[in-house]
């Protein structure tokens, strides 16, 4: 019985191995990958696919529908000259990387001009939950792009395991970030663009850093031809993460008040919460609850004393102090009633 799972461990991570020794039958030679990958980046079709994949991006943010926006990172071919780039970099190949470079370039270019024309055409100006969604990376972003470099470059060098770049696009999600960018340049919201653009570098950095390691790992090229150009990445990606902290820290903060809330409500019987807003600053939190409640009880509920209740209650749960603000929506509930006629005298 032991022995039997002893085997099935060593085979399933058998990856490892791999990873440490290379096993020769397996890897792509590293002149073979170099043709391959320029063939790939200097591909006629890039433009015709990006433009295509931008578009249904584009249409499916504004109409927010997530199968859309999934179906065009499938399609969306701007992994092949970030991993070019990465591979370029490790190997020291500055034909590849030139060439990678104003591919991905033209690119992000490409890709923000088709969504701006594409939102100005159709005349669209209120973003929905799909495109907002995108203008706020945390450290989670991160972590996506750090395991999605790591898939696309094990899948360049091992062809038994490249089926894993359609899922690596459509995990690590290149152009509906780029998307966005042109339609907040179209609605003339700047701070929409910067978010998602900050997205995109976040993707950006971890793909290309962690598929370079990849590849020197898999004894491609040297650590000390790429060691610049990892010190490089290193520090972009420090300077990234910023944003990225600060925005993981508001998310969980923002997270651990809707856990409160949700306790305090099941606790004192309160009523229908329509929104919350949490704002991090420094190490203070400042909440603004909206609430629907019928306004014969609209008194009740803003009395001073339950707003310093709730107030106590949510910075024991979270841990930081809080500022709260309660906006109540008073509504009128009317009942109707209509008797069904008594059937025992023939309606009468």
């Avoid at 009128?332 to 005298?345: F, G, L, S, W």
């Amino acid at each position: 019985m032991f022995s039997k799972i002893r085997f099935f461990l060593q085979k399933e991570w058998k990856l490892l191995s791999l990873l440490r020794t290379g096993s020769q039958e397996e890897k792509v030679s590293e002149h073979k990958l170099s043709k391959n990958l320029i063939r790939e980046v200097l591909a006629h079709n890039f433009s015709i696919l990006l433009i295509l994949a931008t578009a249904i991006a584009t249409f499916g943010l504004i109409s927010n529908s997530t199968a859309t926006i999934i179906g065009a990172m499938i399609i969306a071919p701007l992994m092949i000259p970030i991993i070019s780039f990465a591979y370029a970099l490790v190997i020291l190949n500055f034909r590849l990387l030139s060439y990678s470079f104003a591919r991905l370039i033209y690119g992000i270019i490409l890709t923000i001009l088709i969504a701006f024309i594409t939102t100005e055409i159709i005349g669209f100006r209120i973003p929905g939950s799909e495109i907002l969604g995108r203008v706020e990376p945390t450290l989670l972003d991160l972590g996506v792009a750090v395991a999605a470099g790591v898939a696309g470059g094990f899948a360049k060098v091992r062809p038994s395991v490249s089926d894993a770049i359609p899922g690596v696009a459509i995990a690590v999600a290149l152009v509906p970030p780029l998307c966005v960018v042109g339609i907040g340049l179209a609605v003339s919201d700047f701070n929409l663009s910067a978010g998602a653009f900050i997205l995109f570098l976040t993707n950006l950095v971890g793909i290309i850093l962690t598929a370079a390691l990849v590849f020197i790992l898999e004894s491609y090229g040297s650590l000390k031809k790429a060691i610049w150009g990892l010190f490089l990445l290193i520090g972009s990606l420090f300077l990234i993460t910023l944003p990225l902290n600060f925005n993981f820290r508001e998310m969980i903060a923002k997270n651990h008040i809707r856990h409160a809330l949700s306790l305090y409500i099941h606790e004192s019987d309160q009523h229908l919460l329509e929104s919350i807003e949490v704002e991090l600053q420094g190490k203070e939190l400042f909440v603004t609850v909206e609430v629907i409640a019928p306004s014969g009880e609209v008194d009740r509920i803003n009395a001073r004393e339950n707003l310093k209740k709730a107030q106590a209650f949510l910075s024991k749960q979270v841990g930081k102090p809080v500022h709260l603000k309660v906006i109540i929506f008073p509504i009128e509930i009317e009942e109707y009633e209509v008797y069904a006629p008594d059937i025992t005298h023939g309606g009468n």
